[in-house]
């Protein structure tokens, strides 16, 4: 584990815990734990996987990515019927 291409290589979890951390909670404080619970799965659903660019999926958000993927796949799957 460790080497370039091995699957076990985690580096997109440390990828997005370092964004969260950087990004987002060392900017803010808060009162209670669920508070700051919410305001994380806030920023996951709203900004990181709606807005924020990629770099590793041509630059676009998680989620119009996905669509096109499926809107591919589902073109894909009528063409073959």
């Known amino acids: 584990m460790g080497r370039t291409g091995v699957c076990f ?3 997109m979890a440390e990828s997005f815990w370092s964004t ?3 990004e987002f909670y060392d900017r803010r404080k ?3 734990r669920d508070e700051a619970r919410q305001a994380v799965a806030r920023w ?3 900004f ?3 807005r924020r660019r990629h ?3 041509g630059n676009q958000p998680p989620v119009d990515f996905e ?3 499926h809107q591919a796949a ?3 799957d009528e063409n073959a019927a």
């Open 20 to 22: 969260l951390k950087t």
């Open 9 to 11: 290589d985690n580096a």
């Open 74 to 76: 589902t073109a894909a």
């Open 44 to 46: 996951i659903e709203v």
């Open 67 to 69: 669509n096109v993927y």
């Open 55 to 57: 770099s590793s999926i």
């Open 48 to 50: 990181y996987n709606r």
């Open 30 to 32: 808060w009162k209670t």
